[in-house]
């Protein structure tokens, strides 16, 4: 399950994980992970497979929509005791964006549609934060705690805008979304139990120019339409098509 944003909750987010650990292992990468989260708290959750072939696919993808809720109010100065904020925790002492979040995925890879996520997000002292929760261990079978580790990507505030999300007009079987935070982008459509993904990136030492990502899903451009959404100024409303599927934007910041 991701973690939305590293930004506020007005603001968009991308999040890289550095790592996640079940139960008392050691934390451990076998995914790029990128999650794109808009202000209006929509989210493409995109995770690549490290080791295998450069063009073996997605391992993981899911999107939908997440909602933070605060542990703790702004006003709060410490950290409860159990909490373990004292010297040396990594834990911010102020705890004032500490958070439950809560992650719904309509659009799944692994088909898991209608279950919601939930778990407690928690700032390190050096901008990093910390997700806590259980889940299931593809690789036991067994329901774990798990901790995941989050960072941003190098970007300048400047660089989480222009963000637009734009998505699949309707309520039929056929689903997608894309979403542009700056200078990266993320699509997905799923269709009849089968879900394709793209990821963008722009180039600023190739003349500015986006390059896909080579582990995207051999056609899903062409599905998605990720270039109309990262070349020029998109406004709320604005419709296209897609292999004859109607796209619409709802967010633009």
Known sequence: MPLGSLASPCTPGI????GIAWGTSPPSEDSSVLVLTTPGRHYVDVRFALSG???EGVFWAFAGTVKYTAQIPPSSTS???SAGSGSGSG???????AMVGEWSHPMDSMG???GVDRADIFNLDNGDQVEFGTLENPDTGKVELFKEYWSKPDHGADELYPCVYARIEGEGETKGMVIRVGNLAQGIVQSQGKVQV???????GAGERWEEDVRSDIGAAGRIPI??????????????????ISWVVEEVA
């Open 198 to 204: 793209v990821r963008w990136r722009k180039n600023a």
């Open 79 to 81: 950290a409860p005791a």
């Open 112 to 114: 898991n549609y209608d």
């Open 53 to 55: 072939p450069a063009t």
């Open 227 to 244: 270039a109309w959404v990262c070349e020029g100024e998109r406004r709320v409303g604005e419709r296209t098509k897609s292999d004859e």
């Open 91 to 97: 834990l911010s002492t102020g705890w004032s964006r």
């Open 15 to 18: 999040a890289s994980r550095k």
